[in-house]
């Protein structure tokens, strides 16, 4: 949670009063020197707010009627035809960001800003997930490839990206993420969904049987 300076009492001297007003000028010096130290000079906690649009709920709401209709759509069209083939390497890319951003929490376990106002706290308890953002990186991973595959053709697709874009801003406003966390989960979701497309056969069309991927529209 952001560092709440106490209320100083109302000095006698003029002694007191520069002294309090010394510490506390040595207090923020501090934490400004903390909240920009190495690579992370544009992290800065934002005032909280989790209602209406940044309702953690609508987000997550909004990915995950994509997601499932993404599954129920590749399950339909099959791997056979260019939209469900993009569907199947949506599903892949998602996949994959997911397990890459996870591990990645694992490795640098990195202290939320709703936690401490401080975005220099790295390698911490296991519990510490800060960094990458998960929820950015499945984001950016269900749009990328249908952006990478039907963009030139109908430029309207790369309003996908608001999507992604959406979900970042509500998770620092959640104060779940700092702005680095956001913008490694969008690097994490767009190689993820840049190398799902670049793949002839998508994985998960490789791995399931050819009577799951060929279809179901064939079957009927």
Not at 41 to 68: C, E, I, N, Q
Not at 75 to 103: C, H, K, N, P, Y
Not at 175 to 200: K, N
Not at 206 to 215: D, I, Q, R, S
Request: aromatic share 8%; glycine share 10%; proline share 6%.
């Amino acid at each position: 949670m952001p560092h709440r300076h106490p209320a100083l009492r109302q000095p006698r001297v003029s002694f007191g009063r520069s002294a309090a007003v010394a510490a506390l000028n040595l207090c923020m010096v501090g934490l400004c020197a903390a909240q920009t130290c190495g690579w992370s000079r544009v992290d800065h906690l934002v005032p909280f707010s989790d209602s209406g649009a940044w309702d953690p709920k609508v987000y997550r709401g909004l990915v995950g009627v994509m997601t499932v209709a993404q599954i129920g759509g590749a399950l339909w069209e099959g791997s056979q035809s260019r939209l469900g083939r993009t569907m199947w390497q949506g599903i892949d890319a998602q996949a994959t960001s997911a397990v890459a951003s996870e591990v990645s929490k694992l490795v640098f376990r990195r202290v939320r800003p709703i936690d401490e106002n401080n975005p220099c706290l790295w390698f911490k308890d296991r519990a510490d997930k800060s960094f990458p953002s998960t929820e950015s990186a499945l984001a950016a991973a269900l749009v990328t490839p249908y952006v990478l595959e039907h963009g030139r053709d109908n430029p309207a697709v790369h309003a996908l990206l608001a999507v992604p874009l959406y979900v970042g801003v509500g998770r620092v406003k959640n104060q779940a993420h700092w702005q680095t966390d956001v913008v490694a989960g969008w690097a994490i979701g767009g190689v993820a969904g840049w190398y799902a497309h670049s793949r002839e056969v998508p994985i998960f069309v490789a791995l399931l049987p050819n009577g799951v991927t060929v279809g179901l529209k064939r079957k009927f």
